[in-house]
Antibody
Framework: QVQLQESGPGLVKPSETLSLTCAVS?????????WGWIRQPPGKGLEWIGS???????YYNPSLKSRVTISVDTSKNQFSLKLSSVTAADTAVYYC???????????????WGQGTMVTVSS | DIQMTQSPSSLSASVGDRVTITCRAS??????LNWYQQKPGKAPKLLIY???SLQSGVPSRFSGSGSGTDFTLTISSLQPEDFATYYC?????????FGQGTKLEIK
């Protein structure tokens, strides 16, 4: 079955760039679907960060757009998140997820990674 | 951008109770509304898509309804494993937004 696994540093210094990768197994990214990043600050709700289509088209949360880059590497079957100029407010669990249109009537995040905690601190 | 507002923010209920959670969109989103369940330390799980369609494997005590701007998630008879936080999410626009969550606690 399709599985997603996030990886990357658990600690990032303020003003630096947060970089995470989501490895996809059980499915070839180049075959389709949107793939996305969602984060959750400690004790708070979910915030969509951005999504990328297998072809490379991207959509970003307007509140983060100036700092976010999402890319896909089909040769490695993974997609990545870069968030620049981080502050303590970017401390969160970061999830990657598949955004599927297989559902009649709309799209949904149907498969999620387990999440990875990223702390921004000096 | 589309704002999603859930109510209540938290809810105490007992096993066997019928519970309803509401989600309101700041503009019409037709039926492009999903519901997720999240347990502590775990990733969210898709429960309902397109406002009222049950994801495969989800118990039939969960149901969703609504269209336009107002939506509801109903659990007909709460089970111990249902105590969790629930989120709505709109898929109408490409700026996918979530509600702030409703925490369902044991009374």
């Amino acid at each position: 079955q399709v599985q997603l696994q996030e990886s990357g540093p658990g600690l990032v210094k303020p003003s630096e760039t947060l970089s995470l990768t989501c490895a996809v197994s059980g499915y070839s990214i180049s075959s389709g679907y949107y793939w996305g990043w969602i984060r959750q600050p400690p004790g708070k709700g979910l915030e969509w960060i951005g999504s990328i289509y297998h072809s490379g088209s991207t959509y970003y949360n307007p509140s983060l757009k100036s700092r976010v880059t999402i890319s896909v590497d089909t040769s490695k079957n993974q997609f990545s998140l870069k968030l620049s100029s981080v502050t303590a407010a970017d401390t969160a669990v970061y999830y990657c997820a598949r955004y599927s249109g297989d559902y009649p009537g709309g799209y949904a995040f149907d498969i999620w990674g387990q999440g990875t905690m990223v702390t921004v601190s000096s | 951008d589309i704002q999603m507002t859930q109510s209540p923010s938290s809810l105490s209920a007992s096993v066997g109770d019928r519970v309803t959670i509401t989600c309101r969109a700041s503009q019409s989103i037709s039926s492009y509304l999903n519901w997720y369940q999240q347990k502590p330390g775990k990733a969210p799980k898709l429960l309902i898509y397109a406002a009222s369609s049950l994801q495969s494997g989800v118990p039939s005590r969960f149901s969703g309804s609504g269209s336009g701007t107002d939506f509801t998630l109903t659990i007909s008879s709460l089970q111990p494993e249902d105590f969790a936080t629930y989120y709505c999410q709109q898929s109408y626009s490409t700026e996918y937004s979530f509600g702030q969550g409703t925490k369902l606690e044991i009374k």
